[in-house]
T-cell receptor
Framework: LAKTTQPISMDSYEGQEVNITCSHNNIATNDYITWYQQFPSQGPRFIIQGYKTKVTNEVASLFIPADRKSSTLSLPRVSLSDTAVYYCLVGGGNQGGKLIFGQGTELSVKP | DAGITQSPRHKVTETGTPVTLRCHQTENHRYMYWYRQDPGHGLRLIHYSYGVKDTDKGEVSDGYSVSRSKTEDFLLTLESATSSQTSVYFC????????????FGAGTRLSVL
């Protein structure tokens, strides 16, 4: 199982771009990279997923280098409501199976 | 939380009593998961299921058992609850194919006194 490493916490201000990097050195060929957001007292919520290169949706962008040993979640122009814990998860694809979460990154957005 | 219902949402019980938590889905997804979440530990996988009657252990399975007799229901049982099992329990589902994105329930807050 691919282990992930993320910063424990990050601080930002409203309107700034936030980049959270996740390391996953032993990612397998068929593994996807998925990011989730979790607010207090709620279950995690899917944000974005990618396999390689760059993926963008209405919420975020995900940058994945060619070696796929890391990935960066980019949140453009954050607001106070983006204060949450962000998890990087590696695995899935067509295998399903064990999906192990890392510690997550606690993002605090200040006014 | 659409398509996933966890019950009960809150429970207080005493040490040594059996407890069963239920996860019900209406999405017909193949995979179902139970996680626990404690301060400072993030989400930890307890057990997961990849089909009816097919289950496997996760990271922290000691003291827990699971059963899946129907596609839509995944039960988590604490045979004899201990105070260390006080936690928030989340159920998740995924299709197991393609993107395999997980969808989470609202959680069950369990207190073992």
């Amino acid at each position: 199982l691919a282990k992930t490493t993320q910063p424990i916490s990050m601080d930002s201000y409203e309107g700034q771009e936030v980049n959270i990097t996740c390391s996953h050195n032993n990612i397998a060929t068929n593994d996807y990279i998925t990011w989730y957001q979790q607010f207090p007292s709620q279950g995690p919520r899917f944000i974005i997923q990618g396999y390689k290169t760059k993926v963008t949706n209405e919420v975020a962008s995900l940058f994945i280098p060619a070696d796929r040993k890391s990935s960066t979640l980019s949140l453009p122009r954050v607001s106070l409501s983006d204060t949450a814990v962000y998890y990087c998860l590696v695995g899935g694809g067509n295998q399903g199976g064990k999906l192990i979460f890392g510690q997550g990154t606690e993002l605090s957005v200040k006014p | 939380d659409a398509g996933i219902t966890q019950s009960p949402r809150h429970k207080v019980t005493e040490t040594g009593t059996p407890v069963t938590l239920r996860c019900h889905q209406t999405e017909n997804h193949r995979y179902m998961y139970w996680y626990r979440q404690d301060p400072g530990h993030g989400l930890r996988l307890i057990h997961y299921s990849y089909g009816v009657k097919d289950t496997d252990k996760g990271e922290v399975s000691d003291g827990y058992s699971v059963s899946r007799s129907k596609t839509e229901d995944f039960l988590l049982t604490l045979e004899s609850a201990t105070s260390s099992q006080t936690s928030v329990y989340f159920c998740a589902i995924s299709s197991g194919t393609g993107d395999n994105i997980q969808y989470f329930g609202a959680g069950t807050r369990l207190s073992v006194l």
